[in-house]
């Protein structure tokens, strides 16, 4: 992923100088600042503003999902995992993982978790974190440890 990428977008009422209009609101992630980013446009689709959010996080659009799919299903230590026969299910998306001491996933980042399971659910099979920002599996095997940063940290990929 690369540039800005939209990722949400509605229109809203607003009251501007005491009158109300009407703007398209659109939300966006800015990979080469590593921010969100806020927009809005006029009925004409002029740009009327537009706000850098940083610390911000959102939901991945439809391309990102695809992309951390992608990436978790050919990396080297998950594709087998993965693609067996069966209903492995993918979940991606509402999940983005920052903190402040984290080499990859720190404030800037688009890291996001990419959980997998089989049996309609009900048996985990892989946690992997993708950064969108570097395109790669950060953490092919992640598993939080309360107090611990070692679970995650020693089962990276280079």
């Not at 990428?5 to 590593?34: H, I, K, S």
């Not at 439809?62 to 492995?88: K, S, Y």
């Not at 946690?127 to 790669?136: N, S």
Request: hydrophobic share 30%.
């Amino acid at each position: 992923m690369s540039g800005y990428v939209m990722l949400r977008r509605y229109q809203d009422r607003f009251n501007v100088d005491g009158q109300e209009v009407v703007r398209d609101v659109e939300y966006g992630w800015d990979y080469a600042r590593g921010m969100t980013v806020l927009k809005m446009f006029d009925t004409d689709g002029r740009l009327v503003s537009s706000e850098d959010r940083p610390g911000e996080s959102l939901r991945l659009n439809e391309a990102e999902n695809a992309r951390a799919e992608a990436l978790v299903r050919t990396h080297p230590q998950l594709e087998q995992i993965l693609n067996q026969p069966g209903d492995t299910k993918i979940w991606i998306g509402g999940f983005i993982l920052r903190e402040p001491d984290d080499p990859f996933c720190k404030p800037g980042s688009r890291c996001v978790h990419v959980i997998a399971s089989k049996d309609q659910g009900n048996t985990p099979v892989a946690h992997a974190i993708v950064d969108l920002m570097r395109d790669r599996v950060v953490y092919p095997f992640y598993h939080q440890q309360a107090g611990s940063e070692s679970g995650k940290r020693s089962e990276k990929s280079s």
